[in-house]
């Protein structure tokens, strides 16, 4: 279970404020349990780490195995929620180095994330030679992004096998009935997993839109869903911790801070960072409203964005610390003669007792500065854990949002930029807006 540890913020506040605050979530847990709130169908997450269903488990499992039997290299296709849950537990537990591990199991590259040409030339060229396997990830099935990568890597895996052994190598996870892609992995005889109706894309990752990916990788998802399933039971039976930093979240939104930053002190959860980035802005930043989330890896970050943090940091921000109790895979510090460095006093020492050292040095020198600090933990970084920081998050946004007084589950903001971009290229409909744009552009 996550723990939420409030010491070094508790003194700073004014108790009857947090109070009034923590009554509002009280609400927003009633809003969200009641299905009462804005984007209540969109609730499908809340129970998801019970009631997942289990044929469509037991063929994510089928499928890892097929993959990792039959392909060198998996290329993930998606964006957004479609790619960034697979991608941060794959690291999280693997290695932000997973491709360069020795290992059993086929590299997996991302791509359908950006429009940059170069990288999918890149992802391309390290499929030459090897046996490949594609999972695209698209709910709407109509996503630029992913539907340009995709054609790329149907066409790859369709010039490079016969048309019976393309099919068994394209995995397609996507609305269960409707869009291009459920037709066109229909029309093609291509596996097709679901993405529920009622489970929004940044709240997926326990579906076969992150699964399948993170089983491809070696990653034990039946752990990874108990630790979920045993945060869901916590969270529902009204533990403190999501709805103390839930109401914490709002009244520093409230009382003029603007950024929340998520740390690590383990280099391996940048891309769960990004997830958390998502996840919380996606969610919240609507109606001019929300707190825009930033992320640090320390100390990395302490080295470039510390310095920002310390004396300009108070009326921006605060942070929330994720921290892992244990430590598996430890190094011990050595004695060096001569002790040129002067580190010999650590020596003997596990690096994990100065990490921890640094990890409270810069709270205390942060608190110090007006950056108030939270830190969040669970025991081991395993699938259990990060299962259950999974579930966490997704449940303490839910309910902070509800508090701010948004839809925490649309997204309107996502679409205008796609409608530009539209117009621009010339895409049939849209040719008023195309004059309209270049014009202002001075095309
Ligand atoms: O969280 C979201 O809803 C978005 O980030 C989507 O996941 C993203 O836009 C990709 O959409 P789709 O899966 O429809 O291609």
Redesign the pocket.
């Known amino acids: 279970m996550v723990k939420f540890n409030d010491t070094y913020v508790r003194p700073l506040i004014n108790g009857g404020e947090y109070k009034n605050m923590r009554q509002k979530v009280s609400e927003a847990v009633d809003t969200l349990k009641n299905k009462t709130g804005a984007g209540s169908d969109y609730l499908g997450w809340v129970d998801l780490p019970e009631n997942y269903d289990r044929d469509e488990f037991s063929r994510i499992k089928e499928a890892a195995e097929y993959i990792k039997n039959n392909a060198d290299v998996l290329v993930v296709i998606?964006?957004?929620?479609?790619?960034?849950g697979a991608r941060a537990v794959i690291e999280a537990l693997k290695s932000q180095n997973y491709n360069l591990l020795k290992k059993d199991t086929p590299q997996i590259y991302f791509i359908g994330n950006s429009i940059s040409p170069s990288s999918l030339n890149e992802i391309v060229s390290l499929c030459e030679g090897k046996d490949i396997a594609v999972n695209v990830?698209?709910?709407?099935?109509?996503?630029t992004?992913?539907?340009i990568a995709f054609r790329v890597f149907r066409e790859l895996v369709n010039s490079k096998y016969s048309k019976e052994e393309a099919a068994k190598r394209i995995f397609c996870t996507?609305d269960k009935n409707k869009g291009t892609l459920k037709e066109l992995a229909e029309k093609e005889g291509y596996a097709t997993f679901v993405?529920p109706d009622d489970v929004?894309?940044?709240?997926?990752v326990l579906t076969a839109?992150g699964l399948l990916p993170i089983a491809v990788a070696g990653i034990d998802i039946d752990a990874l869903m108990k630790g979920a399933l045993d945060e869901r039971n916590a969270c529902l039976s009204g533990d403190e911790a999501p709805l103390s930093y839930a109401a914490y979240r709002n009244y520093f939104y409230k009382n003029g801070k603007r950024l929340e930053c998520f740390i690590s002190y383990e280099p391996c959860m940048a891309m769960f960072n990004e997830w958390l980035k998502?996840l919380f802005a996606?969610s919240e930043g609507k109606d001019g409203k929300g707190l825009f989330p930033v992320s640090c890896i320390f100390s990395t970050d302490l080295h470039s964005l510390g310095q920002f943090i310390q004396e300009s940091g108070s009326t921006l921000m605060f942070e929330t610390a994720v921290k892992f109790e244990k430590c598996e895979n430890d190094y011990v510090i050595k004695t060096q003669e001569g002790n040129l460095d002067g580190l010999n006093f650590l020596s003997g020492e596990n690096m994990s007792v100065v990490n921890e050292k640094a990890r409270l040095g810069t709270l205390l020198a942060h608190t110090d500065g007006g950056v108030e600090n939270f830190v969040l933990s669970v025991d081991n970084l395993d699938e259990y854990g990060i299962g259950s920081l999974i579930y966490f998050f997704e449940y303490a946004c839910a309910v902070s949002g509800y508090t701010l007084g948004i839809n925490p589950f649309n997204?309107p903001g996502?679409e205008s930029y796609k409608k530009n971009m539209f117009a621009l290229l010339g895409k049939p409909g849209y040719e008023d807006e195309k004059e309209r744009l270049e014009k202002q552009l001075g095309l």
């Open positions: 998606g964006i957004g929620g479609s790619y960034l990830i698209s709910k709407s099935g109509t996503t992004e992913p539907a996507t993405v929004g894309g940044r709240y997926s839109v998502q996606e997204q996502v």
